[in-house]
């Protein structure tokens, strides 16, 4: 959990308060288009104020010998600005997201060029460390440290994310970033607890998203998951 500065914890309270009177708007109205909408800016709004505390936390482990997996699940207001801000700290990031070229960045951040990444994919790519590359390299052993900018509402989409760093015998240590006393808390508390359960069944939680909407007081979503 992160602290809020006054300015920002304004900036929240405002954005919180008009998704609900725009989250209000669409239940009466049975809209679930603008519903998702509305969650979406929600969203997209409290990964931006949180931005200065991810990049802070990332630069933090590189420079304790460490390489660092940002997830994010959105790209203008998450990834950019998070890989923008780790750059500007004097860190080289690889960006795994968006139309920038995968392999050459993932390549880069597995054999220490850029030792921080941030990503948007939940699957089919590798970040472990010491993997064995196709031409017989090896990418670096250090400790890879994975940030989850934001609570998953999938549970299946975090065992995944999980899994780009924590495979075929190597372990990786993930945090997950939340404002404190909001309802990002909520969320993150309900989506560790499904994902332990998840986990203890040795199964993907597909009912994930019904209890995070319902810490929005969405419940007339789909659940889905795909926002």
């Known amino acids: ?11 929240y309270d405002t954005a919180w ?24 800016r929600f969203r997209q709004k409290a990964a931006f104020l949180r ?5 802070e936390m990332a630069v933090s482990q590189v420079r304790k010998g460490r390489q660092v997996v940002i997830a ?5 207001t998450a990834a950019d600005p998070i890989a923008a801000g780790i ?14 070229p995968v392999e050459e960045e993932r390549l880069a951040f597995q054999l220490g060029h850029k030792p921080a ?5 939940t699957s089919a790519i590798n970040l472990q460390s010491n993997e064995v590359l196709a031409d017989g390299r090896r990418a670096t052993s250090a400790l890879r440290v994975g940030l989850l900018a934001q ?9 995944q994310t999980l899994g780009r760093t924590a495979r075929n015998g190597e372990t990786s240590v993930w945090f997950l970033l939340y404002a404190r006393d909001t309802v990002e808390e909520r969320a993150a508390m309900t989506m560790v607890s499904r994902a332990q359960a998840a986990t203890a069944s040795g199964g993907g939680d597909v009912g994930l998203w019904a209890q995070v909407a319902e810490d929005f007081g969405v419940r007339w979503l789909p659940e889905s998951g795909d926002l």
Do not use: W
């Not at 994010?72 to 203008?76: A, E, P, Q, W």
């Open 51 to 55: 931005t200065s505390h991810t990049v």
């Open 17 to 40: 308060s008009q998704f609900r009177r725009d989250n209000n708007i669409a239940r009466s109205g049975n809209d679930s288009e603008a519903g998702r909408a509305a969650l979406l």
């Open 117 to 121: 990444c941030v990503m948007t994919k």
């Open 87 to 100: 750059e500007d700290a004097g860190v080289k990031c690889a960006r795994l997201y968006g139309d920038h």
């Open 151 to 159: 609570p998953k509402y999938s549970g299946i989409a975090l065992k």
């Open 1 to 11: 959990g992160v602290e809020l500065s006054a300015a920002q914890r304004r900036d």
């Open 72 to 76: 994010v699940d959105l790209v203008t």
